[in-house]
């Protein structure tokens, strides 16, 4: 079955850096689309990156552009969120899913899978 594991999450100070990993199983990337979304307590899920698994086209969320860079490795069936100029706004629960079809606003494909999700703290 598909499964997606996250990891990478932890508590940096603002300014700090992060580079979150999704393992994925049961299905190639090259067969679908993935990206990260997260949530933080009390808010609404917030779509914040995706790349096209087919051509590598890259997506990002107006709040994180120019600061969080996503990557994949085919061969390794693994997607990455380097974050850099982490700010306490960043604070969230970040998942790794499948067939995301719009970041702003946020769009899942009913067929998509989601991760156990990663913790992100950026705190001072």
């Known amino acids: 079955q598909v499964q997606l594991v996250e990891s990478g999450g932890g508590l940096v100070q603002p300014g700090g850096s992060l580079r979150l990993s999704c393992a994925a199983s049961g299905f190639t990337l090259d067969d679908a689309n993935i990206g990260w979304v997260r949530q933080a307590p009390g808010k609404e899920r917030e779509g914040v990156s995706c790349i096209s698994t087919s051509d590598g086209t890259t997506y990002y969320a107006d709040s994180v552009k120019g600061r969080f860079t996503i990557s994949r490795d085919n061969a390794k069936n693994a997607v990455y969120l380097q974050m850099n100029s982490l700010k306490p706004d960043d604070t969230a629960v970040y998942f790794c899913?499948?067939?995301?079809?719009?970041?702003?606003?946020?769009?899942?494909?009913?067929?998509?899978?989601w991760g156990q999700g990663t913790q992100v703290t950026v705190s001072s």
């Open positions: 899913v499948t067939d995301i079809i719009a970041l702003e606003p946020l769009r899942v494909g009913v067929q998509g899978y």
